[in-house]
């Protein structure tokens, strides 16, 4: 692929060239000398420590080591800036898509280690998500015409924020592949809720709104609403498909998000794309590009030109500008109709009401992502070399002047004079942004597999420079920063969320890790930490948070259940425990605590259908007990202060084991029992 070849076969290069080119000797006599060392130095002290620090950490143990290992000093400043000892924890947790694994990854900051998965649109035996009755009802919220769906493909993580910053209360995280939402609670980093939107089928955009009034998710492909049945044609696609931007309630005290309030504006059918909201100089504003305003279908592909060609032609898309906050009045006060059971705005109804509109964007964009102050949309144009800025006060004024051509679908179309601030030549395949805490902006380039910083500037135009550019290994998607598309960024890493690895990790067979790589920006340099490499599915964005902000229950209170965060009432208690059959169904009441399981033998006739409560009653932090059962596809996770439920049909004779999963104590073997289908 481009990328790789784009001068990154080399890689590392940048680092190690200064000293090695430089031919000054061994790592050894570097470290020894610390930043004494006289210039190419674009090494250590890019970002680095004070000077001599290097020096004086590296006693001689430490430089033999260095040189037995071939560390530069560049690789020796990178570990002392990722290396958490044992007993301390990380500054940043990162929580990153874990692509059509469907789950979400939590990533610890500086240290790159992985700290959980959280299951959410997949079954996840560890998690025993989608085996307990409650996941499994989770589940069931996101059916597609009734059908459970057990996969998901997830893109863009967004915590609760409160203010334009993240709070750390709650993530959401959409699955492009069905067009569904789900709600994780970081009181227990775990999903609480999927919804599935009525009337698209495929999501890409998804953020949240300044205090998480709503989470906003916006189709990728469009369809007939409702996905219903349609020609694929050029005329029945300009007239029947449309693209739609919904904005999904959230009821922050339930931990909810509450459809009955939730509504759709209707969209053209261009294939909108990344969707960032607007906050301070932009708020009650949503921005949302767009791939295909060519309107192609696939039905050329042969006779004619490929879908990737028919939908590339146009020079400029259109980023849309929608006035969330007007829609949200005019919804509110009832003057809307019903789609598919959720509120609906039509096209000419947004026009009219001055709720859409609009802005010419070079050429395919991807991401649009708003400044700190709110004050600029940057649009990276996947086609173009360019970030275009806009200003939020230049499309106002725009509008308010009036006098607007009109697209097909009659919305007014802002000049790109009218809006444009200006444009910075960052590079080949500009993806992503984020922003720093002193005023910087960094691009992702996929093509030239490169990051980029540069300068926020002003209203006129002035200020807007690129700064610098480091390769990545490779093919990069997002980037991400702490707090980085926040009101509030807090600077000092990016994290490259990469594609391919190629030559980085020890090989694992054709499906290769794939590479976050760890960047420090808090010196003159970018400087390269870290790569983790991740052997699942492709994490497109992350978001990464303070972790003092991220304060979850260490252990559950007793008899939890964990969907409500309440007590079960219907929680086994310990010394009760038991089997009772109620005729057409057995009951199990069963407790689990170091080592026995109550009862341990659990006997039911052939054909009963069995529901089965298990309740962790361990008092004792991460005294996690596991729940397997033979031949019936059940395993549980059972957290101290956990009840959870199975259904099951003893339709098998047979006598089948169950065991705890968790090694929790030195009798952890014998916490088992039988259960015998007679
Ligand atoms: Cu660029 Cu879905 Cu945000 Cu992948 S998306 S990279």
Not at 59 to 66: E, T
Not at 115 to 144: C, M, N, Q, R, T
Not at 550 to 574: C, W
Request: glycine content about 10%; hydrophobic content about 35%; some cysteine.
């Amino acid at each position: 692929m481009q990328g790789s070849e784009n001068g990154n076969g080399k890689p590392g290069a940048a680092i190690s060239r200064g000293v090695f080119m430089g031919g000054l000797g061994t790592a050894g006599a570097l470290l020894a000398t610390g930043c004494n060392t006289p210039k190419p130095s674009n090494v250590a002290s890019a970002g680095g420590p004070t000077p001599g620090a290097a020096g004086a950490v590296l006693s001689g143990d430490a430089r033999k080591i260095a040189e037995a290992r071939g560390l530069a000093p560049a690789d020796v400043v990178a570990a002392l800036k990722t290396y958490v000892p044992s007993g301390k924890t990380d500054e940043y947790y990162m929580f990153a898509s874990g692509g059509h694994s469907g789950q979400v990854l939590v990533v610890g900051l500086p240290s790159m280690r992985l700290l959980k998965v959280i299951p959410v649109f997949s079954p996840e035996s560890y998690g025993g998500w989608g085996f307990s009755e409650g996941s499994h009802a989770v589940l069931e919220g996101g059916a597609v015409d009734g059908r459970l769906i057990t996969h998901g493909d997830t893109h863009h993580p967004a915590f609760s924020e409160t203010d334009g910053d993240y709070d750390g209360k709650f993530v959401f995280i959409n699955d492009k592949v069905n067009a569904r939402v789900a709600v994780i609670d970081l009181r227990d980093f775990e999903c609480k809720q999927i919804v599935k939107n009525p009337v698209i089928i495929s999501n890409h955009g998804h953020c949240v709104t300044p205090n998480t009034e709503y989470v906003i998710e916006t189709s990728q492909y469009a369809v007939p609403p409702g996905w219903k049945p349609a020609a694929v044609t050029k005329s029945a696609y300009a007239n029947e498909y449309r693209g739609a931007m919904t904005f999904w309630k959230f009821d922050r005290p339930k931990g909810r998000i509450d459809p009955q309030r939730s509504f759709v504006l209707e969209l053209p059918p261009y294939w909108q794309d990344l969707t960032d909201a607007g906050k301070l100089a932009s708020e009650g504003w949503a921005f949302c590009n767009s791939i295909n305003t060519e309107l192609a279908v696939p039905e050329d592909w042969n006779n004619g030109p490929s879908m990737e060609i028919s939908a590339s032609r146009n020079d400029m898309d259109f980023l849309h500008v929608v006035n969330w906050k007007a829609a949200e009045s005019l919804v509110r006060s009832g003057r809307v109709s019903q789609k598919n059971g959720i509120a609906y705005i039509p096209i000419d109804q947004a026009v009219r009401e001055g709720l859409l509109y609009l802005v010419p964007e070079p050429k395919s964009p991807h991401g649009v992502d708003i400044t700190p102050d709110g004050k600029f949309i940057v649009v990276c144009g996947k086609l173009d070399p360019h970030v275009s800025i806009y200003s939020i006060a230049k499309i106002k004024q725009a509008i308010a002047k009036g006098g607007m051509h009109k697209d097909p679908y009659g919305i007014p179309i802002v000049n790109f004079e009218d809006a444009l601030v200006t444009q910075i030549k960052v590079g080949l395949g500009p993806l992503h942004n984020q922003f720093d805490d002193k005023g910087n902006g960094y691009t992702s380039l996929f093509l030239d597999s490169a990051v980029t910083r540069w300068t926020v500037g002003d209203e006129s135009g002035k200020g807007w420079n690129l700064v610098e550019t480091l390769p990545v290994q490779y093919n990069v998607g997002h980037v991400a920063a702490p707090h980085g598309d926040t009101v509030k960024p807090r600077g000092g890493y990016l994290v490259a969320l990469n594609k391919w690895s190629l030559d980085r990790f020890v090989p694992v067979g054709p499906f290769y890790p794939r590479n976050l790589q760890l960047i420090d920006t808090s010196g003159q340099q970018l400087q390269l930490l870290y790569d983790m490499g991740i052997g699942m599915a492709e994490p497109h964005y992350a978001q990464i948070i303070d972790a003092k902000l991220v304060k979850p229950e260490d252990i559950y209170p007793p008899n939890t259940d964990v969907f409500t965060l309440k007590p079960d009432p219907k929680a086994p208690v310990f010394g009760k425990e038991g089997t009772s059959d109620h005729g057409d169904h057995v009951e199990v009441n069963m407790t689990v605590m170091r080592s026995t399981f109550r009862p341990d033998v659990v006997r039911v006739e052939r054909g009963k259908r069995v529901i089965w409560r298990i309740n962790n009653v361990e008092t004792a932090k991460n005294a996690i007990h596991g729940f397997a059962l033979a031949g019936h596809n059940i395993s549980l996770s059972l957290e101290p202060g956990k009840v959870e439920t199975i259904e099951i049909v003893a339709d098998r004779p047979g006598t089948y084991p169950y065991y705890c999963t968790d090694f929790c104590s030195a009798l952890h073997l014998e916490l088992m029992g039988y259960f015998v289908v007679t």
